[in-house]
């Protein structure tokens, strides 16, 4: 069985706090594991990618991987109203490139 | 700019009457998904093409198929479309490892 799960929210942070997003997974052979930002409407555009756990920072975003746990996370700092939008946690399963998506989390940064 | 391009951005069609969506892409990636997203749901994988050969998800109903005619096009064919099939379809890429690029998606309503 391929999951993942995520809390479908809505998380509501203020502008310039951090926002917490968590994904687990249901496959304990997963290697690569991805963020992806979906606004209405829109496709899924790719935010962060890991593969080593750990932490893992790009500008105001950092992803966080526990593979023991079968958990991964995405810290969005300093939060803008731009950042709205739902985050689409993507997982590796199976024998090849396929990635398996979450249900999102919506996030609102209040201005 | 290199992309993933999906035609036509919104597409009508009648209850059983036979629809094929188009994705193509100019970024020479050698594997290409379809995606189903209905309204706050996950992107449901249904297939997927590595280079020529088809890989099928074991819950993709028999109602759905693919073509891909060489490594720029592919097609998503639903023969017989029932209400339920109303979605957001959506092509991405990726060469044979790491993240997609998506295209705009395909928004299908089924009257």
């Known amino acids: 069985q391929k999951e993942v799960e995520q809390n479908s929210g809505p998380l509501s942070v203020p502008e310039g706090a951090i926002a917490s997003l968590n994904c687990t997974y249901s496959?304990?052979?997963?290697?690569?594991f991805f963020w992806y930002r979906q606004y209405s409407g829109k496709s899924p555009e790719l935010i962060m990618s890991i593969y080593s756990n750990g932490d893992k920072e790009d500008g105001r975003f950092t992803a966080q991987l526990n593979k023991a746990s079968q958990y991964v996370s995405l810290l969005i700092r300093d939060s803008q109203p731009s950042d709205s939008a739902t985050y689409l946690c993507?997982?590796?399963?199976?024998?090849?490139?396929?990635?398996?998506f979450g249900t999102g989390t919506s996030l609102t940064v209040i201005p | 700019d290199a992309m993933v391009i999906q035609n036509p951005r919104y597409q009508v069609t009648q209850f059983g009457k036979p629809v094929t969506l188009s994705c193509s892409q100019t970024l020479n990636h050698n594997v290409m998904y379809w995606y189903q997203q209905k309204s706050s749901q996950a992107p449901k994988l249904l297939f997927h093409?590595?280079?020529?050969?088809?890989?099928n998800e074991a819950d993709t109903p028999d109602n759905f198929q693919s073509r891909r005619p060489n490594t720029s096009f592919c097609f998503l064919d639903i023969r017989s479309p029932g209400l339920g099939d109303a979605a957001m379809y959506l092509c991405?890429?990726?060469?044979?490892?790491?993240?997609?690029?998506f295209g705009s998606g395909t928004r299908l309503t089924v009257v």
């Open positions: 496959d304990r052979g997963s290697q690569s």
């Open positions: 993507a997982v590796n399963m199976g024998t090849g490139n396929q990635f398996y």
């Open positions: 093409y590595y280079d020529k050969d088809f890989n």
């Open positions: 991405a890429t990726s060469r044979s490892w790491g993240g997609y690029t």
